[in-house]
């Protein structure tokens, strides 16, 4: 697995620990908190797990980057290269 890969998996992960109500679909976890608008209406796409989008088009619509710890990722990224 590469580092991308591992980046990928982390922010799904962490998305995942912190809305315990998401649910998946074949493309996406859904019912995610927006970070906007605080309605769990938002996806977050496994082809890009870089964002989370509010699907409240007519009243929010925001997307938003996913953020996760630097440490962890630092952690990730010591592993890769092994």
Request: proline share 4%.
């Amino acid at each position: 697995m590469n580092f991308a890969e591992h980046i990928h998996d982390e922010i799904l992960e962490k998305t995942h620990e912190e809305n315990p109500q998401a649910q998946q679909s074949n493309k996406c976890l859904y019912n995610i908190t927006c970070p906007s608008c605080g309605a769990n209406e938002a996806r977050i796409y496994f082809d890009n797990p870089e964002f989370i989008r509010c699907h409240r088009e007519n009243h929010c619509g925001a997307v938003s980057a996913a953020v996760f710890s630097t440490q962890k990722l630092f952690r990730l990224k010591v592993q890769s290269k092994k």
